[in-house]
C-alpha cells in the first residue's frame, strides 16, 4: 500500500489542523492506520492508530482529549483532527498502515508515506 499525507501546515497555539493520508490500493480497509510524528532532532513517535473498521482508536498520552482518528474505508483515507496544537506538537507527521496493532503502535511498519510538517507558534 502507497500513503500520501497532506494537510500540514503553520498554525498558531491553539488551532487546528486536520491532517489526512490517502492510500492507493483496494485493500485499505483490511489495514490498521496509525500516526507517528517525528520532531527535529528527537526519536518518531506514536501519536495515534486506528483499526481496520474504526471500531478501537489508541491515543499517546501527549494527544489524548485534542487529537482524533479517524477513517474513510470508502475514500482510503484516515484522518488525524488536531484541536488544541501546542508549540511542542511541531513536527514532521507521518501515517503508516499495518495489518498488526503491534506492529503500528511499535512504529515498525512496513507502510509509511512521506511525511508533511506542522508547525506550531507560540
Known amino acids: 500500500v502507497q500513503l500520501v499525507e497532506s494537510g500540514g501546515g503553520l498554525v498558531q497555539a491553539g488551532g487546528s489542523l486536520r491532517l489526512s493520508c490517502a492510500a492507493s490500493g483496494r485493500t485499505f480497509s483490511s489495514y490498521i492506520m496509525g500516526w507517528f510524528r517525528q520532531a527535529p532532532g528527537k526519536e518518531r513517535e506514536f501519536v495515534a492508530a486506528i483499526t481496520w473498521n474504526g471500531g478501537r482508536t489508541y491515543y499517546a498520552d501527549s494527544v489524548k482529549g485534542r487529537f482524533t482518528i479517524s477513517r474513510d474505508n470508502a475514500k482510503n483515507t484516515a484522518y488525524l483532527q488536531m484541536n488544541s496544537l501546542k508549540p511542542e506538537d511541531t513536527a514532521v507527521y507521518y501515517c503508516?498502515?499495518?495489518?498488526?496493532?503491534?506492529?503500528?503502535?511499535?512504529?515498525?511498519?512496513?507502510?509509511w508515506g512521506q511525511g508533511t510538517q506542522v508547525t506550531v507558534s507560540s
Open positions: 503508516a498502515a499495518d495489518i498488526s496493532v503491534t506492529s503500528i503502535r511499535s512504529g515498525k511498519s512496513a507502510n
